[in-house]
């Protein structure tokens, strides 16, 4: 892993669009996305910048099952306000939360990933060492699934609601396997409420317990951390 430690996510995300930047010098055409707090920083930069995107393609990571896209709450409503409407990509997906059978929207999304391979899949990471919608025990090797969301995940959350009891209870999320397929990471985290997670995913034994240490394993992994993310760091 390579690890760069930030002032604060403004830097950070500075740091993770030079990473994007390169990629693109490279030829990269594919990039993964979060959603989230942690990567508005990097869509701002990217939307000041005058990098064109025009002939990218965006494969999200997750939604929330039961929103629609125009719905405030979306992940697809957060990605075209932060980043599509102002930098038009070619191409965007992210899982529909309304498909009416959602299995077959799981297998549909596993399609995409298949015809879109990632070359670049930004993360942020949850408390419990989320990456993606991946809670805490999910095997590492799964792809699209529609996930149970836990207390943890939902309390974070709830800071975008009006009440807790609006937080959709479930998602769809790109798997591990699938993440671990991208050929290179960058996994941002900010805050001393993220600390033990990025603790766990550095330090930490290769888990299923806490998902984000599964990129021990890859070999192309940035990670992009303030210093109090990183406070419980040996
Ligand atoms: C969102 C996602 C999640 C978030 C994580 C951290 O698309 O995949 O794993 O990255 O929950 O969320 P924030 O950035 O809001 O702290």
Redesign the pocket.
């Known amino acids: 892993m390579n690890i760069i430690r930030v002032k604060d996510a403004q830097e950070g995300g500075k740091k993770a669009f030079e990473v994007i930047q390169e990629g693109m010098n490279k030829g990269v055409k594919t990039f993964g996305l979060?959603?989230?707090?942690?990567?508005e920083s990097l869509y701002s930069t990217m939307v000041a910048s005058d990098l064109d995107f025009s002939d990218k393609i965006s494969v999200?990571?997750?939604e929330y099952v039961g929103l629609s896209a125009d719905d405030d709450q979306s992940?697809r409503y957060f990605m075209n306000s932060h980043l599509f409407d102002q930098k038009p990509f070619k191409e965007t997906f992210v899982p529909d939360g309304k498909a009416a059978d959602l299995d077959a929207e799981c297998k549909r999304y596993d399609q995409v990933i298949e015809d879109h391979p990632i070359d670049i899949q930004v993360?942020?990471?949850?408390q419990n060492g989320?990456?993606?919608?991946n809670e805490p025990g999910t095997s590492f090797d799964i792809t699209t699934h529609v996930v149970a969301l836990t207390e943890s995940?939902i309390n974070?959350?709830k800071r975008n609601f009006e009440k807790v009891e609006d937080v959709p209870t479930h998602a769809l999320?790109m798997g591990i396997g699938s993440i671990m397929k991208s050929k290179k990471l960058i996994l941002m985290a900010f805050g001393v409420e993220?600390a033990d997670a990025v603790k766990g995913m550095i330090e930490g034994p290769v888990t299923e317990e806490l998902p984000a240490s599964i990129l021990q394993k890859h070999d192309d992994v940035v990670v992009i951390i303030d210093e109090a993310a990183a406070s419980k760091l040996k």
């Open positions: 979060a959603t989230g707090s942690t990567p999200n990571l997750d992940y993360l942020g990471i949850g989320h990456i993606g919608f995940t974070a959350n999320s993220k």
